[in-house]
């Protein structure tokens, strides 16, 4: 089983950068595809999460407005992260991740936990220069 996040990159402040993260060894039917992101110093912070068929797509409050969530599922599963005015703070390690979907707790907030995500994509890095 195998997350393939790319896209990273170097941007200049208020730009553009898109992440794609693709999927391979299992079916994710029933899993949400999320992104989270770590700087250096601080802890794994939740940035979106989506369903299959791109249902249900939420973002956190940090990124709100300005980061969109995307799935498609007509190849191979694959999710995307479209980034727009970027911030010197939104640079970090960027991974992907994917959790099974629970029969309790469903929530959107749920989702944003780490813990629950089995499958973590290597990551890759953003750098946002002011």
């Known amino acids: 089983v195998q997350l393939q996040a790319s896209g990273g990159g170097l941007v200049e402040a208020g730009g553009s950068l898109g992440l794609s993260c693709t999927t391979s060894?299992?079916?994710?039917?029933?899993?949400?595809l999320g992104w989270f992101r770590q700087a250096p110093g601080k802890e794994r912070e939740f940035v979106a999460h989506?369903?299959?068929?791109?249902?249900?797509?939420?973002v956190g409050d940090s990124v709100k407005g300005r980061f969109t969530i995307s799935r498609n599922n007509n190849v191979k599963d694959t999710v995307y992260l479209q980034m727009v005015s970027l911030k010197p703070e939104d640079t970090a390690v960027y991974f992907c991740?994917?959790?099974?979907?629970?029969?309790?707790?469903?929530?959107?907030?749920?989702?944003?936990?780490?813990?629950?995500?089995?499958?973590w994509g290597q990551g890759t890095q953003v750098t946002v220069s002011s």
């Open positions: 991740a994917a959790a099974p979907i629970r029969a309790i707790g469903n929530t959107n907030e749920y989702y944003a936990r780490p813990s629950l995500y089995d499958y």
């Open positions: 060894g299992r079916s994710f039917s029933s899993y949400k």
């Open positions: 989506i369903g299959w068929r791109g249902r249900s797509p939420y």
